[in-house]
């Protein structure tokens, strides 16, 4: 019987993989990942995220009710390495990062997998809405889940081709209905439990006061400047900004205006019309391949440029020494480096990166 290590966070999903893989005959175990810094017991209630103490009690309750060992394990210094620090270290170099995609790689699946295989686990499974996918070639890919609105695939486009011999996400499989049916047949305490939506360690979404409690540190105002040089006005520190922007900006200049550019290295935001945030090209480093070994000729995908983005095709071909260069058929809005793009062929992920 293989054994699977589950990793559950006290919410419905993570709760009907564990119960469907215990149903399939795996020999499954629970485990929540403790990633909370050192805090007080409010606050962790508070934070409650995917992490939080409530989770830890729900996650423990359902591991009781499926009749499965259960534990917590604890993973503060890996977060705060792998996804605190270069989440601060990314918006201070004026990008826009993506918590979530480093703490799939780095703490849900190089952590929790290697502690996993230690225990003589065979696999780890998680509630993401997305498949496992063996290609002809045997390579791994991440296929779309059956519900397009929730899946997944775009923040597990980083897992590596060990990673993904050894994971199981049974969710992808089922509608979000379908999932909460599950879980009140099986007496799931969780059922009707709210999904969490925001980055766990920023629940309120003050990014800013986030940065400023992490870094000890206060944004410093700068220019506003269009992109001729001519200063607009005045900015609040280049933190309170990302591309595309338009709300928040406080300026008066008789048309819409938008966040075109942020330069760390002269601490300016650089303004522009409706028309200025639209581009057809970008660079994208730090590639992760996983339908093919390389792109070594140019290939036709539909590129994802942002969680919420419909992805639109594109040509990708290789650039230089591990960079991509991303061709969109037609321009599209706010290109925003530090972001992950994600090249899909048909439902599965073929590569992604860091857009440069």
């Known amino acids: 019987m293989s054994k699977v290590v589950v990793g559950m966070s006290g919410g419905v999903d993570s709760s009907v993989a564990a119960y469907l ?27 409650g995220g995917c992490c939080g103490l409530s ?41 826009t990062p993506n918590p979530c995609i480093a703490c799939n790689r780095y703490v849900k699946w190089e952590s929790l997998l290697q502690r996993s295989l230690e225990i003589g686990a065979d696999y780890i499974a998680t509630g993401h809405y997305a498949r496992i996918k063996k ?25 590596t081709q060990f990673q993904l011999a050894h994971t199981l996400m049974p969710v992808g499989d089922y509608e979000k209905p379908r999932v909460r049916e599950i879980a009140e047949e099986a007496n799931l305490m969780v059922a009707h439990k ?28 700068g220019n506003f400047v269009d992109e001729s040089g001519k200063i607009l006005g005045t900015h609040k520190g280049i933190w309170h900004y990302t591309i595309g922007q338009r709300k928040g900006l406080n300026l008066s200049l008789g048309a819409p205006a938008f966040v075109k550019e942020i330069r760390p290295e002269t601490n300016e935001v650089v303004i522009g019309g409706a028309d200025s945030v639209f581009s057809d090209t970008m660079v994208v480093n730090h590639v992760n391949y996983m339908a093919v070994e390389k792109i070594e000729e140019p290939v036709e995908l539909c590129g994802k440029i942002r969680y919420a983005h419909k992805g639109a095709p594109c ?19 706010a290109i925003t480096p530090g972001q992950a793009a994600v090249f899909y062929k048909d439902d599965y992920v073929y590569c992604g990166g860091i857009i440069e």
């Open 21 to 47: 893989l215990k149903e399939q005959g795996y020999d499954v175990i629970g485990a929540t990942m403790q990633i909370w810094q050192d805090e007080d017991q409010v606050s962790q209630e508070e934070n």
């Open 55 to 95: 989770a830890v009690d729900d996650a423990r309750r359902v591991a009781n009710t499926l009749g499965i060992p259960y534990y917590v394990m604890n993973f503060k210094q890996d977060f705060k390495e792998k996804v605190i620090d270069y989440f601060v270290n990314e918006y201070k170099n004026a990008r």
């Open 135 to 159: 290609l002809s070639n045997g390579r791994y890919t991440i296929a779309k889940s059956v519900t397009e609105e929730k899946d997944q695939t775009y923040a597990l486009y980083n897992l």
């Open 194 to 221: 709210p999904d969490s939506q925001d980055i766990c360690f920023v629940p309120d979404g003050d990014y800013v006061k986030f940065l400023e409690e992490e870094t000890g540190e206060k944004p410093i105002p």
């Open 315 to 333: 040509l990708v071909e290789p650039y230089g020494e591990d960079k991509l260069k991303v061709t969109f058929k037609e321009p599209q809005r």
